[in-house]
């Protein structure tokens, strides 16, 4: 196997000291790094490896809990060195090609501010560091609308081929979202009748109990509907619409995504009003106590949203007419995702004085993943010439049915896998990445045109009443 090496950069900051480095040592402890992979960070702090490794061990002791291991930590440390760099500063890259002299291929990952990618694609092309199969990695955001975006993904195109570029949106690194690939295209039972014939709507909600707390300044130059639908939950609606892909190869997938957004239909005009919900959490109450509003907590006036309801139609065969609703929001009453796919009621009802419920499959993402299928029953009983009925729950806790499991796995220790073995399927590919910017772009400008400011809700509760009137006036509520 090539020596395969990983440079990260941004190795003090936040992202890289409690998601990366804890990845690592959970793949060091499971014996999944390649050995002798070297792990290299870089940053604008001065301090040497002794001073980095102290801050890395902290962090790696805090989020491994029970988990944490001499042994294993020292394996670990004894594979990272540190070097300081600055994307601003091009020469400042010679210490970290050095650094990586011996290594065959190269993972760059940018754990930066996205302002700095362009800067570090063109030294790391300067230091001849972009050629083979080094491949770099990048986070979200990528732009925060098509136009930035492009430039962002120029750039990053100008140092490496499409094949070598890494887009982490981290909720496909996550057991539940992959397994809605396994649920769809691993059974026969449910893709016969995924389509409009059988389906009414879909229902996607990724809500969140915690306010913006220190992100702040991030957070109101993005809003929800950056910083969540135009990402994660377009993604958790292309793996749920889109067609059977012929293979897991990453252009398969990727081609079918790309399908789905683009079928999107633009919300525009009069549309906006019916079909976009705009919110920002007020003062309320969270968990039993009482928390600032957005506003109090951002400490300046803002028009940026915290939540964001959407009815998305995709206009092709499969779905013409079924709407996707789409919930996010911070300060919602808990922390908890989940896809419903609602099926259409029977079309004739042969129990008179009973009223069916349409089956409905609900797919918890998080906390815990689970699946459950509503049906109707009979209730054992003699009224109603005995046919009394009353829907039950078939439900399969992923939890339960896996209870080796020792501990729920952090999203990025598979993405990190995935980049280690240059395989590409769980990564986003540009033109999806524009597609999905170009159908928000659109609704970001209509609501500016529109001059559509966000309606306030109280922190704890499920986002204000046009939320609520957003499905009903389709005659749909939305389940909790
Ligand atoms: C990030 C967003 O991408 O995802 C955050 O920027 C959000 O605002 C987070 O809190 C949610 O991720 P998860 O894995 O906690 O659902």
């Known amino acids: 196997m090539a020596k395969t090496a990983m440079a990260i950069l941004g190795a003090t900051g936040d992202l890289a000291l409690r998601m990366l480095f804890p990845s690592l040592y959970f793949l060091e402890l499971d014996g999944l790094l390649p050995e002798g992979m070297a792990i290299v960070g870089g940053s604008r702090t001065e301090t040497d490896t002794a001073g ?59 754990s930066t501010s996205p302002s700095l990618y362009a800067a570090t694609c063109a030294a790391l092309t300067v230091h001849g560091l972009t050629g083979g199969k080094n491949r770099i990695v990048v986070e979200k955001p990528i732009g925060r609308d098509l136009k930035s975006s492009a430039a962002i993904n120029d750039a990053l195109g100008s140092a490496f081929s499409e094949d070598r570029i890494f887009r982490i949106d981290h909720y496909l690194g996550k057991e539940a979202v992959q397994n809605l690939l396994a649920l769809r295209f691993a059974n026969t039972l449910f893709e016969p009748l995924w389509n409009k014939v059988s389906i009414d709507h879909v229902q996607i909600t990724v809500a969140e109990s915690v306010g913006v707390g220190g992100r702040g300044p991030y957070y109101d130059e993005y809003g929800a509907l950056r910083d969540m639908v135009q990402n994660h939950m377009l993604q958790l609606l292309c793996l749920i619409a889109m067609e059977p892909p012929a293979s897991l190869e990453p252009e398969s997938v990727r081609n079918e995504k790309v399908k789905v957004l683009r079928s999107l239909r633009p919300i525009e005009g009069r549309e906006l009003d019916k079909r976009t919900v705009r919110g920002q ?88 993943e689970g699946i459950s299928m509503t049906l109707m029953n009979k209730t054992p009983s003699l009224d109603r010439g005995g046919m009394n009925l009353k829907p039950l729950s078939l439900n399969l806790s992923l939890i339960d049915a896996f209870p080796g499991e020792r501990r729920r ?72």
């Not at 907590?297 to 996707?324: K, Q």
């Open 52 to 110: 980095f490794l102290a801050k890395v061990e902290t962090s790696v002791r805090e989020r491994s809990e029970g988990f944490f291991r001499d042994d294993c930590w020292k394996r670990l440390a004894d594979r990272i060195t540190y070097v300081s760099v600055d994307a601003s500063q091009a020469p400042s890259f010679k210490a970290l090609a050095a650094a990586l002299a011996g290594a065959e291929e190269v993972v760059f990952y940018l």
């Open 281 to 368: 959490y007020v003062r309320g109450v969270s968990d039993g106590e009482s928390v600032p509003g957005y506003l109090e907590e951002l400490g300046h006036n803002s028009e940026t949203e915290t939540f964001v309801a959407l009815a998305a139609h995709i206009d092709n065969w499969r779905w013409a007419g079924v709407p996707f609703y789409l919930r996010t929001g911070k300060r919602l009453p808990s922390k908890a995702s989940q896809i419903v796919i609602q099926f259409r009621e029977v079309p004739h009802s042969i129990f008179e004085g009973s009223d069916l419920l349409a089956n409905r499959l609900t797919i918890r993402l998080q906390p815990e």
């Open 409 to 480: 796995r952090i999203a990025y220790e598979r993405l990190l896998l995935e980049v280690i073995a240059h395989n590409t399927t769980l990564f986003v590919r540009r033109d999806e990445i524009e597609a999905a910017w170009a159908w928000v772009d659109g609704i970001e400008a209509g609501w500016e045109r529109q001059g559509v400011s966000p309606a306030p809700y109280a922190a704890g509760t499920w986002g204000p009443s046009g939320a609520f009137a957003l499905t009903e006036r389709q005659g749909h509520t939305w389940y909790d």
